[in-house]
């Protein structure tokens, strides 16, 4: 007599030993297969659920691949539900069972029921080939442009992975992309902006076209940032973060290197910087991309100015993470607006003294590319005082970051003998025939300053005996 799975969960987790546990999923694939030999109509979805649950232990199920397909064709959703299940955990796009199933992908996504065409969806958008793709193409952009936003939503998830095994069909799917911007259903428009983005990605030479859905995706964007509470997508008091992301980085897309439409999304890119919440991670993770967003496309200085400062808000957030990403992030940018990078500078010297190593050594990054002329003794003192305090392990990579800077940097050569005694005194360990080398050079070159460094050197050389 065949168990349900929760009998079968309840034997095999009151199993003692592996050996308990193989006999015990021996004995019910035995009565699974004689099942399926018995052409059980009524029990074949609750054997198949249990196929899947003995594939996720580990042991060999492919005996019953063919009964997944048995349950697709079936009328009942109980039965097609779990039929889909089992051809997406069972099979995948390379086994040439899968074409037996295209008839019935087809039949379901021209049913009336709208679950089971987004269960035929979901399997095309997980496991279809090049060909069922091809074949299918016609009837996924059919229900994009329908009435109802599930299976809508559905059919667009689904047409990324036609656009991935098949990139040649990206023209089938650009006209339905303002259709699904037109939408006033969250989940819709969410996913038509994966779609965009696919297709960005796919055909690079799309986004000239997409580029006329700017002021759609900004009107969207703007509603979601003036609008008032909206529970069904509220995130700790943000209106929808995850939809507000997704049209920044698509604006972020359709921005780079095109002036023009950068040019209308100054305003909306300011009014996120300003209105968003900084105290919760979803408002910080709007922030995060719309920094990305200001720096990525052609905005006013004052802009990218507000942006960094958002950033130097981040770096004295409690959270390691954010200050690990605003770190991280200004280390991209600086060579954009070194400037206003400048400003933040005693904030990141200050992340040097952090507890957390990450953050210390992407404070470092950031303070070696801070260096300048005007600047270098500051920060050299900063980084001289993190070399005695750093790890070992990083001693000998401080050690020559700072001989650097000082070669590159240094207008004054008493200091620049001072600095670079101290520094390799400090790391005993370091070694470079280079920096000797540079030193000596100068030391040669300049007869004012021989008396100076035999001096520091012997008082050196005093200190150490």
Same mark, same amino acid.
Request: glycine share 4%; proline share 2%; charged share 25%.
């Given at each position: ?6 009998? !079968? ?6 199993? &003692? ?13 035995? =009565? ?10 009524? @029990? ?5 659920? &249990? /196929? ?10 492919? %005996? ?13 959703? @109980? ?29 379901? /996504?021209?049913? =009336? ?63 339905? *992309? #303002?259709?699904?911007?037109? =939408? ?29 859905? +700017?002021? +759609? ?9 003036? =609008? ?10 943000? *209106? ?15 921005? &780079? ?16 910087? +300003? ?16 920094? !990305? ?8 200085? $004052? ?7 958002? /950033? $130097? ?21 600086? #060579?954009?607006?070194?400037?206003? *990078?400048?400003?933040?500078?005693? +904030? ?49 990579? !401080? ?15 008493? %200091? ?19 920096? *000797? ?24 050389? !005093?200190?150490?005996?």
């Amino acid at each position: 007599m065949s168990i349900r799975l929760r009998e !079968l969960i309840r034997n095999v987790r009151a199993c &003692k030993t592996q050996a308990d546990e193989r006999a015990c999923i021996h004995k019910e694939c035995a =009565s699974i297969r004689t099942a399926f030999k018995d052409e059980n109509s009524e @029990l074949r979805h609750r054997n198949v659920a &249990k /196929l899947l649950f003995i594939h996720m232990l580990g042991y060999p199920t492919h %005996w019953g691949q063919m009964e997944c397909l048995k349950l697709i064709a079936g009328s009942k959703f @109980l039965e097609k539900r779990i039929g889909y299940l089992g051809l997406m955990i069972l099979l995948d796009e390379r086994q040439e069972v899968l074409m037996l199933v295209e008839n019935s992908l087809k039949n379901d /996504l021209q049913s =009336s029921n709208q679950y089971i065409s987004g269960l035929a969806c979901c399997a095309i958008g997980n496991i279809s080939s090049a060909e069922i793709c091809r074949d299918l193409a016609p009837e996924v952009e059919k229900l994009m442009v329908g009435s109802n936003p599930f299976v809508s939503k559905k059919a667009a998830l689904c047409s990324i992975r036609i656009l991935r095994k098949c990139p040649e069909l990206v023209d089938t799917f650009v006209d339905r *992309v #303002g259709t699904l911007l037109g =939408s006033r259903n969250h989940a819709v428009l969410l996913t038509s902006l994966k779609l965009m983005r696919e297709m960005c990605v796919t055909e690079p030479a799309m986004i000239e076209q997409l580029r006329r859905h +700017t002021s +759609t995706l900004i009107a969207a964007l703007k509603n979601l940032v003036l =609008s008032g509470y909206a529970p069904e997508h509220d995130v700790h008091g943000i *209106v929808d973060p995850f939809l507000q992301v997704e049209i920044l980085r698509m604006l972020r897309i359709l921005g &780079k290197g095109h002036a023009e439409t950068s040019d209308q999304m100054n305003d909306i890119l300011a009014q996120v910087a +300003t209105n968003t919440e900084s105290a919760k991670n979803a408002g910080n993770a709007i922030l995060y991309e719309c920094v !990305l967003t200001i720096m990525a496309i052609e905005v006013e200085s $004052g802009l990218r100015v507000l942006a960094i400062n958002i /950033l $130097g808000r981040f770096l004295i957030n409690r959270d390691n993470n954010i200050r690990y990403v605003a770190l991280n992030t200004l280390h991209k940018v600086v #060579g954009q607006d070194a400037q206003a *990078v400048q400003r933040h500078r005693n +904030t990141i010297v200050d992340c040097l003294k952090d507890t957390d190593s990450s953050i210390r050594q992407r404070a470092l990054e950031l303070v070696y590319a801070l260096v300048n002329e005007a600047n270098v003794k500051v920060l050299v003192k900063e980084l001289l005082s993190y070399l005695i305090a750093c790890d070992v392990e990083f001693k000998d990579e !401080l050690t020559q970051r700072i001989c650097h800077v000082v070669e590159k940097y240094s207008t004054d050569k008493e %200091w620049h003998v001072d600095t670079i005694i101290a520094t390799l005194s400090v790391s005993t360990s370091f070694s470079s025939e280079e920096t *000797v080398c540079s030193m000596i050079a100068l030391i040669t070159s300049t007869p004012t300053l021989q008396a100076y460094a035999t001096h520091k050197l012997y008082m050196q050389r !005093l200190r150490r005996q």
